[in-house]
């Protein structure tokens, strides 16, 4: 559909048992965009993600990602429409036991007919690209070695490269560097919204660390409780109106532990803050 939004969520809401994850979550994100998601945990960040490729449904509300009604997508459809959506996930999922190059080539398999058992059963244009993946991301000679010996930081660049071989539109990241030290977090941090740049690409990345999302997307937005209570430019913004607008919405009793909690951004100590 032409001039549609990347993606259009409307009133959204999604009810585990008592639990309301999602509380008419209204969001519409244009191509191109690189939006953070931020977020204390249990904020329902990852089931806000997890709506856009349909790895969960509505309760009540619309999604529509690069023009489909998402909810009503099945089978083919449905395939097309993951394919197009590329996720990284904070633990990386890669095959430990397999190459690096063959964890990049498995990005390609919804493309194919069949499985893959080694690298010389993909087509050799698909590995040409994979290499080039893998030299973008900064592991150019790693092909070889198992995922499994490879630091945290650099098997999330492999899953990077992985989700560059579906060619996506969309990139998905769910705290793509919650498991990293600070620095190998800065690194992929500014790698995805890199490559997000160079290939245009609609990047919509969750993340618990304030200083990490208030100085890296287009666009932020925050979370609490299941409802947007924060969607403003990055551009010119400041840890104190992040706070502020937290701290509008939060009951006085926890809000100091809360923000306490952000600013150290530790998944540990947010866990113990949110609970
Ligand atoms: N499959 C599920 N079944 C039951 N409850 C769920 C399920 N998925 C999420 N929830 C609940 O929905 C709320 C939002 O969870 P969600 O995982 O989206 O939060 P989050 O912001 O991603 O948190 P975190 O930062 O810890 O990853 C939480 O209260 C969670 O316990
Ligand atoms: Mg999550």
Same mark, same amino acid.
Not at 94 to 109: A, H
Not at 126 to 138: D, F, I, K, Q, Y
């Given at each position: 559909?032409?001039?549609?939004? +990347? ?14 994850? %999602? $509380? ?31 790895? !969960?449904?509505?309760?009540?509300? @619309? ?5 489909? !009604? ?9 395939? @097309? ?12 999922? %890669? ?15 919804? #493309?194919?007919?069949?499985? #893959? ?22 592991? +150019? ?6 995922? =499994? ?20 539109? /969309?990139?998905? &990241? =769910? ?5 990293? $030290? ?7 941090? $500014? ?5 997000? #740049? ?11 660390? /304030? ?19 924060? =969607? ?5 913004? =400041? ?8 701290? &509008? ?12 909690? %952000?600013?150290? +951004?530790?998944?540990?100590?947010? #866990?113990?803050?949110?609970?």
């Amino acid at each position: 559909m032409a001039n549609a939004h +990347a993606v259009e969520i409307g009133g959204l809401t999604k009810l585990y048992g008592g639990t309301r994850a %999602l $509380d008419g979550v209204s969001l519409t994100v244009e191509e191109g965009e690189i939006v953070v998601l931020l977020g204390l945990s249990g904020s329902g960040k990852s089931t806000l993600l997890r709506h856009i490729n349909q790895l !969960d449904l509505p309760t009540e509300g @619309s999604v529509r990602v690069l023009g489909e !009604d998402v909810a009503t997508l099945r089978g083919k459809g449905l395939r @097309s429409l993951r394919s197009r959506v590329g996720v990284v996930f904070q633990q990386f999922e %890669l095959v430990g036991s397999l190459s690096v190059l063959e964890n990049v080539l498995t990005g390609s398999l919804a #493309r194919l007919r069949g499985p #893959r058992l080694g690298t010389w059963m993909y087509p050799r244009e698909l590995r040409t690209t994979a290499l080039g993946h893998l030299e973008r991301v900064g592991l +150019a000679g790693r092909e070889h070695q198992r995922a =499994d010996t490879l630091s945290g930081g650099q098997q999330q660049r492999v899953a990077i490269a992985r989700a560059l071989m579906q060619s996506p539109e /969309i990139l998905l &990241a =769910d705290e793509p560097v919650a498991s990293l $030290d600070p620095e190998s977090s800065q690194q992929v941090m $500014d790698l995805i919204r890199e490559i997000g #740049r160079e290939r245009g690409l609609t990047v919509i990345c969750s993340l618990h660390q /304030i200083e990490l999302a208030m100085s890296w997307g287009d666009r932020l937005v925050g979370l609490r409780a299941g409802k947007v209570v924060l =969607d403003t430019p990055t551009s010119g913004i =400041d840890k104190a109106s992040v706070m502020k607008i937290y701290s &509008a919405v939060a009951p006085a009793a926890s809000l100091e532990s809360e923000l306490e909690a %952000l600013q150290h +951004a530790s998944v540990g100590s947010i #866990r113990a803050a949110a609970s």
